[in-house]
C-alpha cells in the first residue's frame, strides 16, 4: 500500500497536467476561432491588431480631424485647411488676421473632405437620427457637398463665430446655413451687397438637390 502522502502528490501532479492541457487546447481553439471569417466578411482578431474589411475609419489624409487638435486656418500641414479651394483660403486668412486683433482666433472643426469621409458622416447622421431625410438637414452627399470640393469651412469657438458674424461679409465669409452657424463659405459680392439670406438648412438649398 502506497503512503497517503505520496498518493495525495501523485493526484496533484495529474490535476496540474490535465490542467495545463486544458489551458493549450483552449488557447488553440481560441486561435482557430479567431481565423473564422464573421458573415460580414471581418476576422476576429486580438485587440490591437488589424482588422481586414473594418468599418472605414477617416484619417488625416481625409480631412479628419481630432477633437483636441483643431488647427489654425494658417495650418498647412493639416490636409483639412490646405485642400480648401485657394481663394477660400485667403479670404479665412485676411479675416483671422484681422480678428486677432481684437483677440479672436479661428480654429478649423471641418474643412476639406474626402468623398468617403463625407459618405461616412452622412452614414452616422442617417443613423443618429433615424432617416435619410432628418440627415439630410445637416450632412450633404459626397457628390453635393462643398466640403468635398473645399469651398466650405466649419469654424470655432464661439468668440471667432460671433466676430465672422458681424465683420465677415467684408472678406467675403458668410454663413450658408441658418441651422449651421459654424459653416462658412466664399460669397465675394458679399464685401461690397452683404452676405445673401441663408438657406433654413442644406435641403434649402438648390444645389443638394443634383
Same mark, same amino acid.
Given at each position: 500500500?502506497?503512503?497517503?502522502?505520496?498518493?495525495?502528490?501523485?493526484?496533484?501532479?495529474?490535476?496540474?497536467?490535465?490542467?495545463?492541457?486544458?489551458?493549450?487546447?483552449?488557447?488553440?481553439?481560441?486561435?482557430?476561432?479567431?481565423?473564422?471569417?464573421?458573415?460580414?466578411?471581418?476576422?476576429?482578431?486580438?485587440?490591437?491588431?488589424?482588422?481586414?474589411?473594418?468599418?472605414? =475609419?477617416?484619417?488625416?489624409?481625409?480631412?479628419?480631424?481630432? !477633437?483636441?487638435?483643431?488647427?489654425? #486656418?494658417?495650418?498647412?500641414?493639416?490636409?483639412? #485647411?490646405?485642400?480648401?479651394?485657394?481663394?477660400?483660403?485667403?479670404?479665412?486668412?485676411?479675416?483671422?488676421?484681422?480678428?486677432?486683433?481684437?483677440?479672436?482666433?479661428?480654429? #478649423?472643426?471641418?474643412?476639406?473632405?474626402?468623398?468617403?469621409?463625407? =459618405?461616412?458622416?452622412?452614414?452616422?447622421?442617417?443613423?443618429?437620427?433615424?432617416? !435619410?431625410?432628418?440627415?439630410?438637414?445637416?450632412?450633404?452627399?459626397?457628390?453635393?457637398?462643398?466640403?468635398?470640393?473645399?469651398?466650405?469651412?466649419?469654424?470655432?469657438?464661439?468668440?471667432?463665430?460671433?466676430?465672422?458674424?458681424?465683420?465677415?461679409?467684408?472678406?467675403?465669409? *458668410?454663413?450658408?446655413?441658418?441651422? !449651421?452657424?459654424?459653416?462658412?463659405?466664399?460669397?465675394?459680392?458679399?464685401? #461690397?451687397?452683404? *452676405?445673401? =439670406?441663408?438657406?433654413?438648412?442644406?435641403?434649402?438649398?438648390?444645389?443638394?438637390?443634383?
Amino acid at each position: 500500500m502506497k503512503h497517503p502522502t505520496a498518493s495525495r502528490r501523485a493526484r496533484h501532479r495529474r490535476a496540474l497536467a490535465l490542467v495545463g492541457t486544458l489551458a493549450v487546447a483552449a488557447a488553440a481553439t481560441v486561435a482557430v476561432l479567431q481565423a473564422i471569417p464573421a458573415a460580414n466578411g471581418t476576422v476576429t482578431v486580438p485587440s490591437g491588431a488589424p482588422v481586414v474589411g473594418a468599418a472605414y =475609419q477617416p484619417t488625416a489624409a481625409d480631412g479628419f480631424i481630432p !477633437e483636441n487638435e483643431r488647427p489654425t #486656418v494658417f495650418d498647412d500641414s493639416s490636409p483639412a #485647411v490646405a485642400n480648401l479651394n485657394p481663394d477660400l483660403l485667403d479670404a479665412l486668412r485676411a479675416a483671422a488676421e484681422r480678428a486677432e486683433r481684437d483677440g479672436v482666433e479661428f480654429r #478649423v472643426n471641418s474643412g476639406w473632405r474626402a468623398p468617403a469621409y463625407q =459618405q461616412r458622416l452622412l452614414d452616422d447622421a442617417t443613423a443618429e437620427y433615424g432617416s !435619410e431625410e432628418e440627415a439630410a438637414r445637416w450632412v450633404a452627399t459626397p457628390t453635393t457637398s462643398a466640403h468635398v470640393t473645399g469651398d466650405a469651412v466649419d469654424l470655432g469657438p464661439d468668440t471667432a463665430l460671433d466676430w465672422l458674424a458681424q465683420h465677415g461679409d467684408r472678406f467675403g465669409l *458668410c454663413q450658408i446655413y441658418a441651422n !449651421e452657424r459654424w459653416h462658412y463659405e466664399l460669397r465675394p459680392d458679399a464685401e #461690397v451687397h452683404g *452676405c445673401p =439670406q441663408m438657406y433654413a438648412d442644406p435641403t434649402d438649398d438648390p444645389r443638394m438637390q443634383s
